[in-house]
């Protein structure tokens, strides 16, 4: 089992920066492939971003690239997203993924069977 707990969200003026955290319990989190999610109010749940178990591959959504950054330090079991040049249509509540799959290029709900409880972004125009 893994239980995954986010946090870094919080509210911040367009343009700005925010780097979310996801820390993984369990002595398996080397060999997981890890994924971010979002879900705007009204919206079904979206992929962002997903990155590799040995952190050497990454997988972005189109209109994420070139503003957020997922990487990961198996160290400290926790994954990351950095994302900078927020819009207001980046405002949603990010959730944290793990799969069993180690690769990056996986970014179905359905690939994902452990699931954190989210954090909110909200960027204000």
């Known amino acids: 089992q893994v239980k995954l707990v986010e946090s870094g969200g919080g509210l911040v003026q367009a343009g700005g920066s925010l780097r979310l955290s996801c820390a993984a319990s369990?002595?398996?989190?080397?060999?997981?492939?890890m994924g971010w999610f979002r879900q705007a109010p009204g919206k079904d749940r979206e992929f962002v971003a997903a990155i590799s178990s040995n952190g050497g591959s990454t997988f972005y959504e189109d209109s994420v690239k070139g503003r957020f950054t997922i990487s990961r330090d198996n160290a400290k079991n926790t994954v990351y997203l950095q994302m900078n040049s927020l819009k207001p249509e980046d405002t949603a509540l990010y959730y944290c993924?793990?799969?069993?799959?180690?690769?990056?290029?996986?970014?179905?709900?359905?690939?994902?069977?452990?699931w954190g409880q989210g954090t909110q972004v909200t960027v204000s125009s």
């Open positions: 993924a793990a799969s069993h799959y180690s690769g990056s290029y996986n970014n179905k709900q359905t690939g994902y069977p452990y």
């Open positions: 369990g002595r398996t989190f080397s060999y997981l492939g």
